[in-house]
Every structure is written in structure tokens, then in C-alpha cells.
């Protein structure tokens, strides 16, 4: 029997770099168990260099990188999605499309690494940090037994996950 692969949508305003990031590592770290997708309510048109950067080193093709709109993934014609989470608290307290399915949601707060000022090591040493606590939260999902958890077990579950002392790193 083939496992099921699991879509993933990850939201944010801007879509330029930490819904980029989850995208990538949920894909990479999942080994065909999950797929993972990136859109913003604003998206900005372009992938912050740094994010590429982080996102270049998993492994994860370059081509499938690009600054979304969240509408694209609610036409019927979208990828059915299995998990919504937002990763940054604009995007969170929007109003988001209505999702077909129903699937599981859950915010996950990662702080901005493209708005940090200073020098390229202190923009780098932001995106690293939070790059590191996607990755922890990412193994967390990723861990879990969703073939054996019912759907509320599950949305409960992945709230867990975004619990902020899960990223104490």
C-alpha cells in the first residue's frame, strides 16, 4: 500500500521568504510524504535572495521558486490541500480564502527575517535562525503518524507545533 502524500500550503503576506522556506523543507525533509506550496495575501513578485540562499541547500528545485497570491490554491482547479499554516502573524489575522476540503490549520510564528536591518552576516544570521526553527517545527509535523490520528487529533497536533517554545533554538 502507497502512503498518502500530503499537500501543504504555507501563507504569509508577501510570500518572498519564510512561506518560501516552510515550502522547500516540508518537501525535502518530508521524502515524498509531503508536497509543500507557498502563496501570500500580498505577494511581493519575488524571492528574497536569502531565502533562496536557505532554500538552495536543501536541495529543492530553484525553478519551482516564485512570490504567489494565496487565490491561485483556492480555484477548483488547485492542488487539494491537506494543511493551511500560516507562518507570520499578518498573514494570520487575515481573512484567507475559503479552502476546499477543510484542511487542517494552524499558525506557526516565525519572526521576519527579511526586515531585519544591519549588515549581510546579521540578515544572513536572521534568516539561519529562523531557517533552524522551521526545520524544528518542520521534524515535529513531519514526525507525526497521520494515518493514525483522527482529524481532530490531528488539527490539535499541529497547533502543538506552532507552540513558540517548540523553537526555543
Not at 544591519?118 to 534568516?127: L, P, Q, S, V, Y
Request: include cysteine.
Amino acid at each position: 500500500m502507497t502512503e498518502k502524500t500530503y499537500n501543504v500550503l504555507f501563507l504569509c503576506t508577501g510570500n518572498s521568504a519564510r512561506s518560501i522556506m516552510a515550502e522547500a523543507l516540508v518537501t525535502t525533509l518530508g521524502n515524498g510524504r509531503f508536497k509543500g506550496y507557498s502563496a501570500g495575501s500580498q505577494p511581493g513578485g519575488t524571492v528574497n535572495p536569502l531565502a533562496f540562499e536557505k532554500v538552495q541547500k536543501t536541495g529543492y528545485p530553484a525553478d519551482k521558486l516564485r512570490s504567489k497570491n494565496w487565490d491561485e490554491f483556492a480555484r477548483a482547479d488547485a492542488p487539494h490541500m491537506d494543511f493551511i499554516i500560516t507562518v507570520c502573524d499578518n498573514a494570520a489575522g487575515e481573512v484567507c480564502p475559503i479552502w476546499p476540503g477543510h484542511p487542517a490549520s494552524a499558525h506557526w510564528s516565525f519572526q521576519d527575517p527579511a526586515a531585519v536591518e544591519g549588515t549581510d552576516d546579521e540578515k544572513r544570521a536572521a534568516f539561519d535562525k529562523v531557517f533552524r526553527q522551521m526545520a524544528t517545527r518542520m521534524h515535529a509535523f513531519i514526525s507525526l503518524p497521520l494515518h493514525k490520528l483522527d482529524n481532530v487529533a490531528i488539527q490539535q497536533e499541529i497547533r502543538k507545533i506552532g507552540d513558540p517554545s517548540i523553537v526555543a533554538i
